[in-house]
């Protein structure tokens, strides 16, 4: 049986860059990411409602648990941003249901905290890219995104799995 591959996924909220800004989707490699992440981080278009503590730590604390507590995946970097999140992991299995199941779960609870049950919270789609070389390089690039403007290092930052203060909880796994 193959190893299942690590990938380096980037959610977003929806409503965020306007359509006619986004990058083709003929850029498959990283400057997608790149294109992407730099438009996001200038919070152009769209709700910023992962920059409030409370949705955040919903977040943050559903990405966690489905890693450690349900085991879905293995979870080696991330971040949450503003208006999306950044992470590198490895599915525990070849299907996709795992990742689903946490961005559902997550967007459920930061609905309901908001008071918008029932409304989009994530962009349909998902950026995701295969990671064949040099993990430790993206890990490095997730970890230190808050530092373009949000933090002085990567450990100030509490949204990341460098400087997380959360540990994951039952709660956080519906």
Do not use: K
């Not at 690590?6 to 490699?29: E, I, K, Q």
């Not at 790149?34 to 955040?56: C, K, M, N, Q, Y």
């Not at 992991?89 to 930061?110: C, N």
């Not at 040099?134 to 890990?139: D, G, K, S, T, V």
Request: aromatic share 8%.
């Amino acid at each position: 049986m193959d190893a299942v591959p690590s990938l380096f996924v980037t959610w977003r909220l929806h409503g965020t860059l306007p359509l006619r800004r986004s990058p083709p989707r003929a850029l498959a490699d990283g400057r997608q990411f790149v294109s992407i992440d730099r438009l996001l981080d200038r919070e152009v278009a769209g709700p910023t409602w992962l920059r409030r503590p409370e949705i955040a730590e919903i977040v943050a604390g559903t990405l966690q648990a489905h890693a450690a507590v349900l085991g879905e995946f293995d979870l080696h970097a991330w971040v949450v941003m503003p208006n999306h999140v950044h992470a590198l992991l490895t599915p525990r299995t070849a299907s996709r249901p795992a990742v689903l199941r946490w961005r559902e779960a997550a967007g459920r609870l930061a609905l309901q905290a908001l008071g918008l049950a029932g409304r989009p919270f994530w962009h349909h789609d998902t950026l995701e890219r295969i990671v064949s070389d040099r993990p430790q390089r993206i890990a490095r690039y997730i970890e230190s995104v808050p530092c373009t403007r949000l933090a002085r290092s990567p450990e100030e930052f509490p949204w990341s799995s460098r400087g997380a203060a959360l540990q994951p909880e039952v709660s956080y796994c519906t």
